[in-house]
Protein backbone atom coordinates (compact mmCIF):
# COMPACT_ATOMS: atom_id res chain seq x y z
CA UNK A 1 0.00 0.00 0.00
CA UNK A 2 1.60 3.67 -1.13
CA UNK A 3 1.45 5.81 1.89
CA UNK A 4 2.60 8.58 -1.15
CA UNK A 5 1.97 8.72 -4.53
CA UNK A 6 2.88 10.91 -7.45
CA UNK A 7 0.14 9.99 -10.06
CA UNK A 8 2.92 11.56 -12.94
CA UNK A 9 5.70 9.98 -13.80
CA UNK A 10 6.81 12.78 -15.86
CA UNK A 11 6.16 16.78 -17.31
CA UNK A 12 7.46 18.64 -19.64
CA UNK A 13 7.57 22.38 -19.30
CA UNK A 14 8.45 25.72 -21.52
CA UNK A 15 11.49 27.97 -20.00
CA UNK A 16 9.12 30.35 -18.62
CA UNK A 17 6.45 28.60 -17.80
CA UNK A 18 5.00 27.24 -14.26
CA UNK A 19 5.70 23.42 -13.67
CA UNK A 20 3.68 22.16 -11.32
CA UNK A 21 4.25 18.30 -9.47
CA UNK A 22 1.49 16.82 -7.55
CA UNK A 23 1.51 14.50 -4.32
CA UNK A 24 -1.36 12.37 -2.70
CA UNK A 25 -0.45 11.10 0.66
CA UNK A 26 -2.83 8.32 2.71
CA UNK A 27 -1.90 9.06 6.38
CA UNK A 28 -3.63 12.44 7.96
CA UNK A 29 -0.85 11.73 10.62
CA UNK A 30 2.52 12.97 8.45
CA UNK A 31 4.03 15.97 10.68
CA UNK A 32 6.15 17.26 8.23
CA UNK A 33 6.24 17.16 3.67
CA UNK A 34 9.36 17.53 2.05
CA UNK A 35 10.40 17.72 -1.95
CA UNK A 36 13.43 16.84 -2.90
CA UNK A 37 15.15 17.28 -6.59
CA UNK A 38 17.49 14.51 -8.47
CA UNK A 39 20.13 14.47 -11.16
CA UNK A 40 21.34 11.60 -12.92
CA UNK A 41 24.52 9.95 -10.91
CA UNK A 42 23.69 12.19 -7.94
CA UNK A 43 21.84 11.18 -4.52
CA UNK A 44 18.50 13.63 -3.75
CA UNK A 45 18.68 16.70 -2.36
CA UNK A 46 16.90 18.58 -0.35
CA UNK A 47 14.65 21.81 -2.05
CA UNK A 48 11.68 22.62 0.17
CA UNK A 49 9.55 21.62 3.39
CA UNK A 50 5.96 22.31 5.02
CA UNK A 51 4.35 21.96 8.09
CA UNK A 52 1.44 19.53 8.82
CA UNK A 53 0.19 23.18 10.52
CA UNK A 54 0.65 25.34 7.07
CA UNK A 55 -1.12 25.55 3.94
CA UNK A 56 2.05 27.12 2.35
CA UNK A 57 5.40 28.05 1.92
CA UNK A 58 7.42 29.71 -0.43
CA UNK A 59 11.20 30.17 -1.14
CA UNK A 60 12.19 32.01 -4.39
CA UNK A 61 10.92 30.21 -7.38
CA UNK A 62 9.68 27.21 -5.33
CA UNK A 63 6.03 27.37 -3.42
CA UNK A 64 4.30 24.04 -1.82
CA UNK A 65 1.00 23.87 -1.41
CA UNK A 66 -0.42 21.92 1.11
CA UNK A 67 -4.04 20.85 1.08
CA UNK A 68 -5.31 18.66 4.37
CA UNK A 69 -8.18 17.65 3.88
CA UNK A 70 -7.16 16.56 0.25
CA UNK A 71 -4.28 14.67 1.55
CA UNK A 72 -2.83 16.41 -1.19
CA UNK A 73 0.48 18.83 -2.02
CA UNK A 74 1.84 20.37 -4.81
CA UNK A 75 5.10 22.32 -6.06
CA UNK A 76 4.89 25.35 -8.20
CA UNK A 77 8.20 26.19 -9.66
CA UNK A 78 7.89 29.56 -11.43
CA UNK A 79 9.49 30.68 -13.86
CA UNK A 80 10.63 27.03 -14.55
CA UNK A 81 14.16 26.71 -15.84
CA UNK A 82 16.39 24.11 -17.89
CA UNK A 83 18.39 23.41 -15.14
CA UNK A 84 15.29 22.90 -13.45
CA UNK A 85 15.24 19.37 -15.22
CA UNK A 86 15.45 16.52 -12.77
CA UNK A 87 13.34 14.15 -10.96
CA UNK A 88 11.66 15.64 -8.38
CA UNK A 89 10.44 13.25 -5.46
CA UNK A 90 7.45 13.85 -2.51
CA UNK A 91 8.10 12.69 0.96
CA UNK A 92 6.68 12.49 4.16
CA UNK A 93 7.99 12.68 7.64
CA UNK A 94 5.68 11.47 10.93
CA UNK A 95 6.35 10.80 14.34
CA UNK A 96 9.40 8.08 13.88
CA UNK A 97 11.08 10.90 11.79
CA UNK A 98 11.59 8.38 8.35
CA UNK A 99 11.00 9.76 4.82
CA UNK A 100 8.40 8.34 2.91
CA UNK A 101 8.75 8.60 -0.71
CA UNK A 102 6.36 9.29 -3.89
CA UNK A 103 7.84 7.36 -7.06
CA UNK A 104 8.73 10.58 -8.13
CA UNK A 105 8.19 12.45 -11.32
CA UNK A 106 10.47 13.73 -14.17
CA UNK A 107 10.60 17.40 -14.84
CA UNK A 108 11.70 18.74 -18.55
CA UNK A 109 11.72 21.83 -19.43
CA UNK A 110 12.40 22.58 -22.69
CA UNK A 111 14.31 25.53 -23.94
CA UNK B 1 25.17 20.51 5.76
CA UNK B 2 26.76 17.18 5.60
CA UNK B 3 29.07 15.65 2.57
CA UNK B 4 28.65 12.10 2.19
CA UNK B 5 30.60 9.96 -0.61
CA UNK B 6 29.94 6.38 -1.48
CA UNK B 7 32.44 3.82 -2.93
CA UNK B 8 31.66 2.08 -5.13
CA UNK B 9 29.73 4.35 -7.43
CA UNK B 10 29.10 1.63 -9.75
CA UNK B 11 29.74 -2.17 -9.71
CA UNK B 12 28.35 -5.10 -11.75
CA UNK B 13 28.46 -8.30 -9.82
CA UNK B 14 27.58 -12.39 -10.93
CA UNK B 15 24.46 -13.65 -9.09
CA UNK B 16 25.47 -16.01 -5.65
CA UNK B 17 28.05 -13.19 -4.83
CA UNK B 18 28.11 -10.28 -2.13
CA UNK B 19 28.99 -6.65 -2.21
CA UNK B 20 29.84 -4.04 0.16
CA UNK B 21 29.13 -0.67 -0.11
CA UNK B 22 30.53 2.24 1.67
CA UNK B 23 29.36 5.51 3.17
CA UNK B 24 31.83 8.01 4.27
CA UNK B 25 30.77 11.28 5.73
CA UNK B 26 32.61 14.42 6.68
CA UNK B 27 31.12 14.83 9.77
CA UNK B 28 30.04 12.88 13.44
CA UNK B 29 26.15 11.98 13.03
CA UNK B 30 24.03 9.83 14.95
CA UNK B 31 21.61 8.06 12.77
CA UNK B 32 22.77 6.97 8.89
CA UNK B 33 20.31 5.51 6.72
CA UNK B 34 20.46 3.00 4.08
CA UNK B 35 17.94 3.24 0.76
CA UNK B 36 17.13 1.26 -2.37
CA UNK B 37 16.20 2.70 -5.38
CA UNK B 38 15.08 -0.01 -7.92
CA UNK B 39 14.56 1.06 -11.13
CA UNK B 40 11.99 3.33 -11.97
CA UNK B 41 10.71 3.22 -8.61
CA UNK B 42 10.76 5.61 -5.19
CA UNK B 43 13.66 5.08 -2.67
CA UNK B 44 12.82 2.61 -0.10
CA UNK B 45 13.97 2.81 3.33
CA UNK B 46 16.16 -1.14 3.86
CA UNK B 47 17.36 0.02 7.64
CA UNK B 48 18.50 2.85 9.71
CA UNK B 49 22.13 2.50 11.55
CA UNK B 50 23.32 4.07 14.54
CA UNK B 51 26.43 4.13 15.92
CA UNK B 52 26.60 1.00 18.78
CA UNK B 53 23.19 -0.32 18.22
CA UNK B 54 22.20 -2.77 16.09
CA UNK B 55 20.53 -1.55 12.65
CA UNK B 56 16.60 -1.09 12.26
CA UNK B 57 15.42 -3.41 9.79
CA UNK B 58 11.93 -2.25 7.93
CA UNK B 59 9.90 -5.00 6.97
CA UNK B 60 10.81 -7.01 3.73
CA UNK B 61 14.70 -6.59 4.65
CA UNK B 62 16.50 -8.64 6.84
CA UNK B 63 19.84 -8.40 8.12
CA UNK B 64 20.98 -11.70 6.25
CA UNK B 65 20.35 -10.58 3.11
CA UNK B 66 21.40 -6.77 4.04
CA UNK B 67 24.26 -6.95 6.55
CA UNK B 68 25.22 -3.23 7.59
CA UNK B 69 28.01 -2.31 9.89
CA UNK B 70 28.34 0.96 11.87
CA UNK B 71 31.59 1.12 13.90
CA UNK B 72 31.53 4.95 14.39
CA UNK B 73 29.96 8.45 14.01
CA UNK B 74 31.64 8.83 9.99
CA UNK B 75 31.20 5.58 8.52
CA UNK B 76 28.74 2.31 7.84
CA UNK B 77 28.70 -0.46 5.37
CA UNK B 78 25.87 -2.33 3.66
CA UNK B 79 26.38 -5.70 2.03
CA UNK B 80 24.66 -7.26 -0.27
CA UNK B 81 24.59 -11.10 0.37
CA UNK B 82 23.93 -13.85 -2.01
CA UNK B 83 22.80 -11.38 -5.15
CA UNK B 84 20.15 -11.97 -7.56
CA UNK B 85 19.18 -9.66 -10.43
CA UNK B 86 16.52 -8.50 -8.56
CA UNK B 87 18.92 -6.89 -5.99
CA UNK B 88 20.31 -4.59 -9.17
CA UNK B 89 19.28 -0.96 -8.03
CA UNK B 90 20.73 2.05 -6.75
CA UNK B 91 21.35 1.88 -3.13
CA UNK B 92 21.98 5.36 -1.33
CA UNK B 93 23.07 6.14 2.54
CA UNK B 94 21.88 9.01 3.91
CA UNK B 95 22.16 10.91 7.23
CA UNK B 96 19.90 13.47 9.25
CA UNK B 97 20.54 16.95 10.20
CA UNK B 98 20.05 16.72 13.71
CA UNK B 99 20.02 20.68 14.24
CA UNK B 100 16.96 23.03 15.74
CA UNK B 101 15.55 23.14 12.39
CA UNK B 102 12.17 21.28 11.84
CA UNK B 103 11.61 19.43 9.74
CA UNK B 104 15.31 17.28 9.97
CA UNK B 105 16.51 17.12 6.94
CA UNK B 106 18.36 14.09 5.02
CA UNK B 107 21.61 14.25 3.29
CA UNK B 108 22.38 11.72 1.00
CA UNK B 109 25.07 10.47 -0.83
CA UNK B 110 25.62 10.00 -4.55
CA UNK B 111 24.50 6.53 -4.41
CA UNK B 112 26.49 2.84 -5.61
CA UNK B 113 24.72 1.49 -8.77
CA UNK B 114 24.54 -2.18 -8.68
CA UNK B 115 23.80 -4.58 -11.38
CA UNK B 116 23.79 -8.35 -11.33
CA UNK B 117 23.95 -10.46 -13.54
Known amino acids: DQQVKQNSPSLSVQEGRISILNCDYT??????FLWYKKYPAEGPTFLISISSIKDKNEDGRFTVFLNKSAKHLSLHIVPSQPGDSAVYFC??????????FGSGTQLTVLP | SAVISQKPSRDICQRGTSLTIQCQVD?????MFWYRQQPGQSLTLIAT?????????ESGFVIDKFPISRPNLTFSTLTVSNMSPEDSSIYLC??????????????FGPGTRLTVT
Open chain 2, 49 to 57: ANQGSEATY
Open chain 2, 94 to 107: SVEDRGEKLPHEQY
Open chain 1, 91 to 100: SVSGSARQLT
Open chain 2, 27 to 31: SQVTM
Open chain 1, 27 to 32: NSMFDY
